[in-house]
């Protein structure tokens, strides 16, 4: 059986192969990152992954193959150190032009009210459909409840929009990114408060 823990840094290579292997249909990573060897060669993810870190609300299972990474209410802004091989490599201009379509298109459509933001959900093909993501995002629906939050995401396909739906969110918007990109949905979980009286 798998438990859930806090990552650190010392999990990221292993927290980079799963979500590399995990996202390798997912049409938005794809459309930024659409070269089969320089996706699969692994460090595409890891200067993403590196500032999700800094946030310190990733969770991955016991045996990495399942991670989940959030970013706190305010989205704040955090320090990582500079990994020269990765942080200052040049992006090509296309590249460039996609990811600014696509920084656009979140923030038009991200909710106005605070929230925590599922960034990441990654769970290694071979291990899916055993729970796995479920288990991480209850890591933080929890706090969500808690602090009556809700949580919100992007995703780019309709079989992970019926997944999500099955955990409680909700469509919130539909949208397509400029430059050629994908068709997304912004969905959100609204707080859930128990019956106390049941």
């Not at 991480?136 to 629906?141: A, C, G, Q, R, Y």
Request: glycine content about 8%.
């Amino acid at each position: 059986m798998s438990f859930a823990r806090k990552a650190t840094h010392g999990d990221l290579a292993r927290i980079c192969r799963t979500v590399t292997v995990s996202f390798a249909e997912e049409p938005i990573v794809r459309w930024l990152f659409p070269d089969d060897e320089e996706y699969f060669a692994g460090l595409v993810m890891r200067p993403f992954l590196r500032r999700l870190l800094a946030h310190d609300e990733t969770y991955i299972t016991d045996d990495c193959v399942a991670v989940a990474a959030f970013v706190p209410p305010g989205r704040p802004e955090v320090e990582v150190d500079v990994e020269p091989e990765t942080d200052l490599a040049p992006a090509p201009p296309e590249r460039v032009e996609r990811y600014i379509a696509l920084g656009e298109a979140m923030h038009e459509h991200t909710p106005p009210e605070p929230h925590w933001y599922l960034n990441v959900l990654g769970t290694h093909p071979d291990w899916q459909r055993q729970g796995l993501g479920a288990l991480l995002m209850s890591m933080l629906f929890a706090t969500c409840d808690e602090q009556g939050s809700p949580m919100y995401l992007e995703t780019g396909t309709p079989s992970n929009v019926a997944y999500y739906g099955h955990h409680g969110f909700i469509v919130r918007s539909e949208f397509d990114v400029g430059a050629g990109g994908p068709h997304l949905w912004g969905m959100i979980r609204h707080h859930q408060t128990e019956d106390r009286h049941s």
